[in-house]
């Protein structure tokens, strides 16, 4: 069992809809959660983080965590076709050091 | 600051060959990590340093692959010798982290082409 796991995809969606993305961990000591966007050929950025259960939002981007179900998700409102990128989803794991593994990603794209 | 920075941007090199990746991080940051992305497996973890001494190299996929950070501010990867099937994008990244905090910042990345 991999450490994060997404669904890759692709997930199409029409421009304006919202997007929802969603990824599983199974580490249950996992404090800190992530979500990162990669256009293709460029490196990851980060666009949102998330560490305590319930939602967080930023514009048009809501993280949602729920640690009982071990679940992450990432909602993107308005979608836009500038948002057409891969997400991953991170998380950092338990103990002293802080050891960050990437799902494989879920490749979004957005219908003009 | 001028961000993560990687080289060369490009390698290409053939099978058999020693191949030498770069990594200045952030200056400050004192975890730093190196990945490799392929399509098939995504992002994969290979080795992470803190404060410049390897905390876990689990991710290392054999003894080919060897990695080390003499100071703070340099990282090297070393893959001895180089397979075809090391051709990927190898992502070096920085941070400073705390209990909960603490953003990952990428260089703009390795790409390998191995022959």
């Known amino acids: 069992q991999k450490e994060v796991e997404q669904n890759s995809g692709p997930l199409s969606v029409p421009e304006g809809a919202i997007a929802s993305l969603n990824c599983t961990y199974s580490d249950r000591g996992s404090q800190s959660f992530f979500w990162y966007r990669q256009y293709s050929g460029k490196s990851p950025e980060l666009i949102m983080s998330?560490?305590?259960?319930g939602d967080k939002e930023d514009g048009r981007f809501t993280a949602q965590l729920n640690k009982a179900s071990q679940y992450v998700s990432l909602l993107i409102r308005d979608s836009q076709p500038s948002d057409s990128a891969t997400y991953l989803c991170a998380a950092r794991g338990s103990g002293g050091y802080q050891k960050v593994t990437f799902g494989t990603g879920t490749k979004l794209q957005v219908i003009p | 600051d001028a961000g993560v920075i990687q080289s060369p941007r490009h390698e290409v090199t053939e099978m058999g060959q020693e191949v030498t990746l770069r990594c200045k991080p952030i200056s400050g940051h004192d975890y730093l990590f190196w990945y490799r992305q392929t399509m098939m497996r995504g992002l994969e973890l290979l080795i992470y340093f803190n404060n410049n001494v390897p905390i876990d190299d689990s991710g290392m996929p054999e003894d080919r692959f060897s990695a080390k950070m003499p100071n703070a501010s340099f990282s090297t990867l070393k893959i001895q010798p180089s397979e075809p099937r090391d051709s990927a994008v190898y992502f070096c990244a920085s941070s400073l982290l705390g209990t909960y905090t603490g953003e990952l910042f990428f260089g703009e990345g390795s790409r390998l082409t191995v022959l």
């Open positions: 998330i560490y305590s259960n």
